[in-house]
């Protein structure tokens, strides 16, 4: 009975060292900084004219050339259920950019939903469009951004 034991627990164990060298080896190419994505947007825009939505996005002091995807979700306060998603172009230098135009005054804003390296981040950037009535704004009290998701599970 305690051979039996002894070999189960040895058994467990083995697994255990054999699931943590898997993880260290998959970890092993990756670097343990996070991901950052910066908006290069102005916070202001005219209603009924085009604008650049753009981000930089780096890990450490190197510009990612590499992101999986970078798509901005656009909404009016309020109306983030209305939601535009636009994917973003990118045009070299870690920076990633596309064109959004803003039919009508109010308050906007721009998620910037970034997954390179195996991370996710979700930033957002409010923009002013026009002269908004201040009594139209609903602010946006989400706690949605800015944190970094390994995507393989282990959280930043």
């Not at 051979?3 to 998959?26: P, Q, R, V, W, Y």
């Not at 306060?77 to 596309?98: N, P, Q």
């Not at 906007?108 to 939903?113: L, S």
């Amino acid at each position: 009975m305690k051979k039996i034991i002894l070999m189960t627990l040895f058994s467990g164990l083995l697994l255990l060292a054999a699931c943590g060298e898997e993880n260290s080896d998959a970890d092993a190419g990756r670097s343990a900084e996070i991901i950052e994505t910066e908006f290069n947007s102005p916070e202001t825009a005219e209603p009924g004219e085009a604008m650049i939505i753009s981000v930089t996005v780096t890990q450490g002091n190197e510009l990612v050339e590499d992101a999986d995807e970078v798509v901005y979700e656009v909404w009016q306060s309020g109306h983030r259920v209305e939601a535009e998603m636009l994917t973003a172009e990118h045009i070299g230098d870690g920076v990633y950019e596309s064109e959004v135009e803003f039919d009508e005054e109010g308050l906007y804003f721009v998620q910037a939903h970034t997954t390179a390296r195996s991370l996710h981040v979700m930033p957002k950037q409010e923009i002013i469009v026009g002269n908004p009535d201040p009594e139209s704004i609903i602010p946006d009290d989400s706690d949605d951004s800015d944190s970094n998701v390994d995507m393989d599970g282990h959280g930043h």
